[in-house]
């Protein structure tokens, strides 16, 4: 693993009653994708949750950049560079397209102040936000919706970016568009915590992998090694990437 921009040690989160992380132990290198993977109910969201100081990290630390983050505003956190695309995709349905893209950009106010090169970029990602612009948000579909909520993860260069399962509920030709953006965001050096369950999805694209189980990271390595090896797939997670290709 290359320099470490994240770095989690002893991560504990608690949510009124109940103890969610146990003790987290994470780094994310600078410049490459880590996956973090794992069953329902393992930890995962929460681990991104709190990381963007969403939950206030009960123990232990969360550094970027050499800097602690632990338990700061959120606010602050995403001034610092950090872009959180969550499960939910947090779309504005009664806004427009372009108006989603204008909050998630910092002092931005209108459309024309927007990178316009950097725009152009990201409608040769997902085609289908140009066309859809003007149009309210809450009209698009399931898989444009994804599209616009990564969009506005990268409306500006992020260091860190956080995204939470976006291939869920995404047709075969969705999920393939998504993998193909983001190669191409790879290739930015844009680094990339993704929280994932299509296997064949974070195989495709992974540097690092972590297996969360219990609410703590049970195992971390290459992708490479992790899909070379079926028995540890199968023991880490209940089975087979190569069966989910």
Not at 25 to 54: F, P, S, W
Not at 94 to 107: F, H, K, R, S, Y
Not at 118 to 142: C, D, M, N, V
């Amino acid at each position: 693993m290359s320099e470490p921009m994240l770095d989690l040690q002893g991560v504990h989160t608690r949510i009124g009653a109940y103890h969610i992380l146990h003790g987290v132990d994470l780094q994310v290198a600078k410049g490459e994708m880590t996956v973090l993977l794992g069953r329902n109910g393992a930890g995962k969201t929460t681990t991104l949750r709190t990381i963007m100081g969403l939950w206030p990290t009960a123990e232990g630390t969360i550094t970027f950049q050499g800097e602690s983050i632990a338990s700061r505003p959120t606010p602050e956190i995403s001034r610092r560079g950090i872009a959180y695309v969550p499960e939910n995709m947090g779309i504005f349905s009664d806004l427009t397209v372009c108006e989603n893209m204008l909050l998630a950009a910092c002092d931005t106010k209108r459309a024309e102040d927007l990178d316009a090169k950097r725009l152009e970029w990201i409608f040769g990602l997902f085609p289908a936000l140009r066309k859809f612009w003007q149009y309210p948000a809450g009209l698009l579909s399931g898989g444009q919706k994804q599209m616009l909520a990564v969009a506005r993860g990268i409306v500006e260069p992020r260091k860190l970016l956080l995204v939470d399962e976006p291939s869920k509920g995404l047709a075969p030709a969705i999920i393939q568009n998504m993998i193909t953006a983001f190669r191409e965001l790879k290739q930015t050096e844009t680094t990339i915590l993704l929280v994932e369950q299509n296997f064949n999805f974070a195989r495709q694209l992974g540097d690092q992998v972590a297996v969360m189980d219990g609410g703590r990271i049970v195992h971390s390595g290459t992708m490479a090694s992790l899909v070379a090896d079926e028995a540890l797939q199968q023991h880490l997670l209940g089975l087979s990437l190569t069966a989910h290709q």
